[in-house]
């Protein structure tokens, strides 16, 4: 495993101590809801929101042109391409995009774009120091420089150092691959996207992660739908009676808001031992929480065993309608696979979260998109105060692409 050494730590405690701070204030706020019988933490009121920002196509392109056209991305994590040569594709935001990791350790992005012609040059992840192209042959290196040209006689006088592949803005920080979808020669300055999330990232040292399992899921509704049911715990006992909603409790948050940003936690029903009990007997707490990293990414650390942690990643798509979507879903270690029983639970954590997913979740956000198609105009939903976060993402969505929500709906 490589370590690619991530961020640092504040001067007064280690990032591990920091998580383990955090992780006993949430458990703090979590008995204290557990001891009222069943609290929550609420927005001041609930929100109502038009049912046409999931389904109206002019949003919808306002959302692909300024959102996913136009600001950083999750793309990969560090650990995805860990050695020099290292390549992926991250096509999923629009144009195909070639990542990779140079002999300097440094990650560059480009276009996946032969300069011959146009053709598409990497298609798999892989491993080269030369990427050859499909088409001709021409063959390019890590920083992009056109190193092979077969046939240069029917060349003669082109400007190789013109030819290069054509640069997309990248950055990578903490563990994690950003980039912007369109070309471009900035690094991004991923801390200062991050702003005030930057630190509640970095203490999970994502930069020492190692890939487990990943899957791509994809539903029949508006990406925004789909994101919408990770954020709230509301509906556990009833969606999910037979999963989550055995081990924890419903409609029982607790939420942090970093600006457009937030993490979220749904307590476990074990919390409720606890009540009541002095905190000095309370076991060593694991942290484990939801994360929104805007506009679309879920990271979700948890565990099904105490102590095999594991960390999952939704990132979620607009497809090429307003009612198609995409969800790269990707599983990893996050100090890497210890053993073998280890690696077999990490695994079951996608596959496990990938069935209840694909067949609660997501049939869900599929049935009720196909309803708002056939919604009267102007019909609205309404997020409840107990489903906060939804709150939060939705105003930061709408405002990002342009088109901030009426009045009656902030
Ligand atoms: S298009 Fe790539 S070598 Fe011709
Ligand atoms: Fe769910």
Not at 142 to 156: I, T
Not at 191 to 211: I, K, N, V
Not at 335 to 341: I, K, L, P, Q, S
Request: net charge negative; proline share 6%.
């Amino acid at each position: 495993m490589a370590d690619f050494g991530g961020a640092p730590a504040p001067a007064n405690e280690s990032w591990a101590q920091r998580r383990t701070r955090i992780a006993r204030d949430i458990l703090r706020r979590s008995v204290a809801h557990a001891a009222a019988g069943g609290g929550t933490d609420l927005a001041p009121a609930p929100m109502v929101n038009l049912a046409n920002v999931y389904t109206d196509p002019a949003r919808f392109a306002a959302e692909k042109r300024e959102i996913f056209g136009k600001l950083p991305l999750l793309a990969c994590l560090s650990s995805d391409i860990p050695k020099p040569g290292d390549a992926l594709v991250f096509e999923a935001a629009g144009p195909s995009i070639l990542l990779v990791r140079n002999s300097q350790g440094i990650v560059n992005a480009f276009l996946n774009m032969c300069t011959h012609r146009g053709a598409k040059l990497v298609r798999e992840p892989c491993n080269r120091k030369l990427f050859t192209c499909p088409f001709h042959a021409w063959g390019f290196d890590a920083d992009g420089l056109l190193a092979a040209l077969p046939g240069e006689r029917g060349f003669k006088g082109l400007n190789k150092e013109g030819r290069k592949l054509i640069a997309v803005p990248v950055g990578e920080w903490a563990g994690m691959v950003f980039v912007k979808a369109h070309a471009g020669d900035e690094r991004i300055d991923v801390e200062a996207w991050l702003g005030e999330f930057a630190p509640e990232l970095a203490q999970l040292e994502l930069h020492q992660t190692e890939p487990v399992r990943a899957s791509v899921m994809q539903t029949r509704a508006n990406w925004k739908f789909a994101l919408d049911t990770y954020g709230e715990g509301y509906h556990f006992a009833t969606l999910h009676a037979s999963s989550i909603g055995q081990t924890h409790f419903t409609d029982m948050t607790v939420y942090e808001r970093f600006g457009r940003c937030h993490r979220v936690n749904f307590p476990d029903k074990g919390t409720a031992r606890l009540v009541g009990k002095p905190e000095e007997e309370w076991p060593e707490t694991e942290y484990g929480a939801v994360h929104f990293l805007f506009p679309n990414t879920i990271l979700f650390i948890g565990s099904i065993t105490p102590g095999r942690v594991f960390t999952q990643i939704f990132r979620h798509f607009p497809g090429d309608a307003v009612g198609d979507m995409t969800t790269l879903f990707a599983v990893y270690a996050p100090h890497g696979v210890r053993d073998e029983a280890y690696q077999t639970e990490v695994e079951m954590a996608h596959d496990g979260t990938r069935q209840v997913v694909m067949t609660e979740d997501y049939r869900v956000a599929a049935e009720g998109w196909a309803n708002m198609a056939h919604a009267p105009e102007g019909w609205s939903v309404v997020y409840g105060a107990n489903e906060i976060a939804l709150h939060n993402q939705h105003r930061a969505i709408a405002e990002a692409c342009g088109l901030p929500l009426p009045e009656a709906c902030a």
